[in-house]
């Protein structure tokens, strides 16, 4: 075997996790949202385990139909342009809460994309990272009504992490697990 040949195997067998450990969304994260995401999934349980538990049948059924829906890969999915978006807070304070439908706005800047919630009292501003073929990891700031998004980095008071998933023809959620308000987990849906 070639030394070329070697190391085409050896690129080959890394898992794909690896590649993206080392990646730019890792420089730029900050200690605090690395341990937001790798207790994701317990988090993710216990909030919807308690919005479960205490919210109300309609509010449930909103969070049940669209938890369920499975993950497709975002090829194909042009995310740039206006959307519709809401926010459901599960866990926490209040155990359930389904907001009422607001203005979002996905851009390009050359660099990949970036989210702004434009309208409502609690906004959010961000970028995506790639973090494979079905989900994106997204990095944002946390603001309210008008006030100036602070950059990414700023604090855990502003800080926002989580996960984006493509979930329909023209409709995907991320997935926000421990924000610094009120709630255990906040699913922000978007749809066209």
């Not at 961000?126 to 989900?135: I, T």
């Not at 023209?170 to 009120?182: C, F, G, K, M, V």
Request: proline share 4%.
């Amino acid at each position: 075997m070639t030394l070329r040949h070697f190391a085409l195997t050896a690129l080959l067998l890394l898992p794909a996790g690896t590649a993206l450990a080392d990646g730019v969304v890792q420089k730029l994260m900050t200690q605090n949202d690395k341990a937001r995401l790798e207790a994701f999934d317990a988090t993710r349980k216990s909030a919807l385990d308690e919005a479960r538990a205490g919210g109300t049948p309609a509010d449930i059924a909103v969070l049940d139909e669209l938890v369920a829906r499975e993950p497709q890969p975002f090829q194909g999915l042009d995310l740039t342009g206006d959307w519709q978006c809401r926010t459901i807070k599960a866990g926490g304070l209040a155990e359930l809460i389904v907001y009422g439908w607001f203005r979002c706005r996905v851009t390009d800047d050359g660099s990949g994309w970036m989210l702004t919630k434009l309208t409502g009292s609690q906004r959010t501003t961000g970028r995506f990272y790639d973090d494979g073929d079905a989900r994106l990891i997204y990095l944002g700031s946390f603001s309210v009504n008008d006030e100036t998004a602070r950059p990414y980095g700023s604090g855990p008071e502003s800080d926002q992490v989580g996960y984006a998933y493509r979930i329909g023809e023209q409709s995907w959620r991320i997935e926000l697990p421990a924000p610094y308000y009120d709630s255990k987990l906040d699913i922000m849906e978007l749809r066209r």
